[in-house]
């Protein structure tokens, strides 16, 4: 039972380089999410996307751009990445009318 | 803009104290979920409460719902040393989950 898969699970990054997070679920979820988890902050929704074919922004959205290119998958790009943007990300999916967020393992994301 | 506030940021106890988390908002949420994780891997979730005033016991996890879906609170007993661990609540508006700044549990031997 793979769940919610992201990669990679580790990256370092130079300031102005750009990436490309991967994220994929195996549960026919309609909706998916990426959050960024910073000490102190809790977890705070970056972008979600309620059904294929819709993204919405969250709570901090700048910097980032998102796709979702199916159901399963929900890709967050760094298009030039910052210090700032050091952080855990990760992916959650959810079933469409159902609570319960499933989460990956998160990717660990160091810009120098 | 951090909806979710929660109190003690970190705690340290000792095997068999009891303990309570609590989770705060000014906003009303359709429900409140609390999740458990650990180093390395993501939230698990842990319990939906979803009624103002429900209250809801796992083992020796006992959670609450304020009567007006604003607030919760999680109570565990007897803690032991697995109970360490990252615990965030979630507020639910809609398609979109706000979490809680989190409570760092560290329960000592």
């Known amino acids: 039972n793979a769940g919610v898969t992201q990669t990679p699970k580790f990256q370092v990054l130079k300031t102005g380089q750009s990436m490309t997070l991967q994220c994929a679920q195996d549960?026919?979820?309609?909706?998916m999410y990426w959050y960024r988890q910073d000490p102190g902050m809790g977890l705070r929704l970056i972008y979600y996307?309620?059904?294929?074919?819709?993204?919405d922004k969250g709570e901090v959205p700048n910097g980032y751009n998102v796709s979702r290119l199916n159901k399963r998958e929900f890709s967050l790009r760094l298009e030039s990445a910052a210090p700032s943007q050091t952080s855990v990300y990760f992916c959650?999916?959810?079933?469409?009318?159902?609570?319960?967020?499933?989460f990956g393992q998160g990717t660990r994301l160091t810009v120098v | 803009t951090q909806l979710l506030e929660q109190s003690p940021q970190f705690l340290s106890i000792q095997e068999g104290e009891n303990l309570t988390v609590y989770c705060n908002s000014s906003?009303?949420?359709?429900?409140l979920q609390w999740y458990r994780q650990e180093p390395g891997e993501g939230p698990v979730l842990l319990v939906t409460?979803?009624?103002?005033?429900e209250v809801k016991k796992l083992k020796r996890l006992t959670f609450q719902f304020g009567d007006a879906r604003k607030d919760s609170s999680l109570h565990i007993t007897a803690a032991q040393p697995g109970d360490t661990g990252l615990y965030l609540c979630?507020?639910?508006?809609?398609?979109?989950?706000?979490f809680g700044t989190g409570t760092s549990l560290t329960v000592i031997p």
């Open positions: 959650a999916s959810r079933r469409q009318g159902w609570a319960e967020a499933f």
């Open positions: 549960m026919n979820h309609n909706s």
């Open positions: 996307s309620a059904s294929e074919g819709t993204t």
């Open positions: 906003s009303v949420f359709s429900s």
């Open positions: 409460v979803v009624t103002g005033g």
């Open positions: 979630a507020g639910v508006v809609g398609n979109q989950f706000y």
